[in-house]
Each structure stands twice: as structure tokens, then as C-alpha cells.
């Protein structure tokens, strides 16, 4: 059972541990030297030296002295110059100890490393300065002032550049710690404002087991609770689902990549769709690896980042949109079959029309089909944003570009422009034949729409491998038109956008071609490149794979 005395030992021990790295206990930061320069007077005075008792009582002084004032005059409160009082009389002290102390050596000496490296950890240029020139004075003084030494020059030398060396190397040392601590104080102040600023997104850390260590504004605000509840909750009871993993959570995270997700969850009584991304914190790259022998590899995370964004209000306009295009399509759609249907009628007896007749039907018939192309557009968008997986079977890509070219060629006629196809005679492909024809004609009537009068669209169809080494086709479409500006090059598969260009020439259409053309590419795990010069023209490339795999894993 612990005694009283110990345990008041203790309870002193913890408080001194406690105040010590303190601007106010310089005191107990003193006493340490001081009891040495008190012990070192006892045990000179007790050897049979030709000591100098007024030198060793006065040094004896100086540093109670010393100790005094770092104990009850506040020292951290003193300006800077002010404070180098108190190293610079331990210096003295130290050097009265020397030579009072009658040692022919000069042993004492090697005390002065005490306060000269005070000195040299005090911030500045001027303290270091003076620890320097203080210090080579108390190692010299014996030159002059003690007769009875043993090569005084040399031992003042010596010891001179050995505590200076070490007061130059400690004040490089603190002054490079201090310069990171500054960095690392406005790297800190930064992540703070940041994480303050960040109201839209919310921003979380965590340490490795998913504990939140931090949290921004944006988080209060999306799970309505204050930073100070979410520190300290498990991410996976935060965000997942009952019994979800971290692994789960934060999936190639965990291995040192990205992970994007999304999930639904209902947050304040309100139904929330949140986007999130997170990343690992690193931890020391030094770590060797877990397996003993394998040597140094990837360190573990010390935690993870996740960046959430709330896309409900998002997801609810997509909804209502993808809702109205589909109302209004098929609003629409149902009075132009019937009118396509009556103006076929009409051509059914062109005798008993008059010439002037037959052009307004002609009209009638040609601004009613491309209002169909534009509601088949609207419909096709709906169904994709729907999920209406496309159809799969064998056909040849040459002979969808050859039908699309038929189809274009009256338009491409009537501007000019001619139309030119090269490539191989015959590509298969597993492939939706609707789908797949409805992008090339995109592409082409695009490519003529933004065609000069005279000018030329070439069409190429080539087979070419797949990233997995199955069979694929490459099918390019390339103008030299208007082109296409760097800054809307970005843009110009966004739906219903629209560039200058077409504007300016108000071109029929409402964006929504290449937008088609994207997603129908990216539902047949392909690829789009769209490469543009403005005054050169454009290059259209889109690779497309074998969908027979896939068709197979759906199956």
C-alpha cells in the first residue's frame, strides 16, 4: 500500500513534469544548474586544493542569484535582452567557479556548455552572439587571470571551439525546428480556415480504425450535428448501414488509391443522396512491411479523407427532367406519326396535286421528320438516363455507316458537301445495330451541319483490337469545317449546350447530338475522342469494343 510520502512525491513529481515546458517555470528549468554549481563548490572545497574561497562563495552567489530571479521575478515576462541575464550569469558564475576553484586542469570549465547552449536556443541572432563571445571570455580568463595553470591557451582553445561548435549547431537546429513549426502552424491555420469555409462539401478525417479526428462546417451541416458530437463517431456507423465495414467503406482507400461512391440514407427525417470520395492519409513511408523479411513496403494508413457532397436537390432535377422530356416526347410523337401518316397519303397521288402542292407537302415532309429525329433524340435520352440496357447481336459496322451515309446523303447533297467512306470492307461487331446507327448518324449530320459549301466529310471504319484483345471497331468522322473553340471543346458533349459557332449560324438543333453520342459510346464501353481546330474542322474517333462479353455477364 503506497505510503503518504510517496504518494506526495508523486503528486510533486507530476506537477513539476506538468509545468516544466511552461514559460513560467523557469525556476525549475534553473534549478537543476544551480544545484550543480552548489554541489561542484562543496566538493572543491573539501579537495586539497590552492582554491580561491571569495571566487567560489561568489559564484556561489551569482548562481543562487540566478535562481532567485528565475524563481520569483516572472522571467518570461522580461523582453528578450532582458532574459539573456539570466544564462549570462551562469556564464559568470561558472567562470568565478573556475577560477576559484584552484584546478590546474580547468574541469569546471566544461560546465560552461550549460548556459552557452541556453543561449544558443534563445530565437535571434543577438543571444547566440553573446553566449559566443561570453562563453570564449570564461574559457580565456584563466589565461590571465590563474598563473598555476597547465597549457591555459591550449585548454582555452580547445574548450572554447568545442562549446561554440555546439552552441552554432544547436542554434541551426532549433531555428530549422522553428521554421517548420511555423510552416506546420500555417499549414494548420489553412486546414482550419478550410475546413471552416467548406460549408457545401463536408470534409472528414479520420484516423485508421475510422474514428472521425475532424470535421468541417459542411459536415455539421449535412448530418446536423456540431463538430464536437461527430469527432469521435465511427465513420461506418456515420455513413454505412447496419453491420458495414470500413473496408467497405472506403474500398481502394484502404491501398493507397480513391474511392468514389454513393449512397442514400435518410438524415433529419429528409431522404439524402450524398457523393462521396475518400483518400488515405499516409502513414511514416519508413515502416517496413508486415510480413517479417519482405523488406520496406507501402505504409499503412494513418487515417482517411472523405469529401461528401449532398446531390439530392441534383438528383431531384434530373428526375423532374428526365419526367418532362418523356411526357413531352411522347406528346409529341403520337400527332407526328399521324401527320408523317397523312403526308404519305398525300404522295400516294402526286397527279392529283399541283406542282405547287407537292412542294409545300415536300416541306411539310421533310420539317416533320426532323422534328421525329429531335423527339427520338429526347426519347432515347430518357430511356438511357432510364437504364435501358441496349440490345446485343452480330452486325457489320460497315454496313450501319453505309445505311447512315444514305440516310445523310440528301442532306449533304443539298449543302454541298461531299461524303467519302474508306476502311475495311467488312467489320463485325456484336453490337445494338439501332443504337450503333444512331450515333454515326450524329456524328455525320453534325459533321455536315458545320460543313462550308464545297467541303468534304470522310468516314472511316477499320477493325481494330480491343483493350481486352477482343474484336473492336474504330470508326472516325472527320470535317473540315468551322471547328470547334478550346474552351467549348470541354463542353460540347453537355447536354442541350450549344457552341458560338452554331449559333451564330443558327444551326437547327437543340445539344443534344453529341450528348447522345457519349452516352451511347459509354453504354457500349467504348471510347470518344473529339479533336477540333477552329477555321481546320473536326475529328471525331470512337472505339468501340465486342459486346459479347458483356452480354454474357448480363445473361
Known sequence: MPTVGGTRVR?????????????????????????????????????????????????????LTVQALAS??????????????????QILAVSLLDLGSGDRTGSVAVLLFVPGIALALVPGLLPLLAGLLTVTLACFAPVFLAEDRFYPVLHGVVT??????????????????????????AAEDLMRSIMSAASEQAIIATDATGRLVAASSGAERLFEAPADRLVGTELTRLMGE?????????????????????????????????????????????????????????????????VATDVTARE??????????????????????????YVDLLRLE????????????????????????????????????AGERMAHEEVDAVEVVRAALASVRPIADAADVALELSGDDRVPLVS??????????????????????GGQVRVEVVAEPAPDGGRGARIRVADDGAGIEPDELRRITEPFYRSRESRRRRIAGVGLGLTLVQALVSEHRGTLTIDSEPGRGTEVVVRLPDAAARADHEG
Open 350 to 385: 402526286p397527279a392529283a396535286l399541283t406542282t405547287e402542292q407537292r412542294e409545300y407537302v415536300e416541306v411539310l415532309a421533310r420539317n416533320a421528320r426532323r422534328l421525329r429525329g429531335l423527339v427520338d433524340d429526347l426519347l432515347l435520352s430518357a430511356r438511357l438516363a
Open 72 to 89: 520569483l521575478a516572472r522571467p518570461a515576462r522580461w523582453s528578450r535582452e532582458w532574459m539573456l541575464l539570466l544564462p549570462l550569469g
Open 242 to 306: 447496419d453491420g458495414a465495414s470500413l473496408a467497405g467503406l472506403v474500398g481502394a482507400a484502404a491501398d493507397g488509391g480513391s474511392h468514389v461512391s454513393q449512397w442514400r440514407r435518410s438524415i433529419g427525417g429528409s431522404a439524402r443522396v450524398v457523393e462521396y470520395v475518400v483518400t488515405p492519409r499516409p502513414g511514416n513511408a519508413s515502416e517496413p512491411a508486415s510480413e517479417p523479411g519482405s523488406g520496406p513496403g507501402p505504409a499503412p494508413p494513418e487515417g482517411y479523407l472523405v
Open 11 to 63: 503528486e510533486l513529481t507530476r506537477r513539476v513534469a506538468d509545468a516544466w515546458p511552461t514559460p513560467d517555470a523557469s525556476g525549475w528549468r534553473h534549478l537543476p544548474f544551480t544545484l550543480l554549481v552548489v554541489l561542484v563548490a562543496l566538493i572543491v572545497s573539501k579537495i586539497p586544493l590552492p582554491t580561491r574561497a571569495p571566487l567560489v562563495v561568489a559564484a556561489v552567489a551569482v548562481s
Open 432 to 453: 445494338d445495330p439501332q443504337r450503333l446507327g444512331q450515333v454515326v448518324d450524329n456524328l455525320l449530320t453534325n459533321a455536315v451541319k458545320f460543313s462550308h459549301a
Open 316 to 341: 431531384e432535377e434530373e428526375e423532374r427532367q428526365e419526367q418532362f422530356i418523356g411526357l413531352v416526347t411522347h406528346e409529341l410523337r403520337t400527332p407526328l406519326v399521324s401527320i408523317l401518316g
Open 160 to 185: 572554447a571551439l568545442m562549446i561554440c561548435a555546439l552552441m552554432v549547431h544547436s542554434h541551426a537546429m532549433i531555428s530549422t525546428v522553428r521554421r517548420h513549426e511555423r510552416s506546420l502552424a
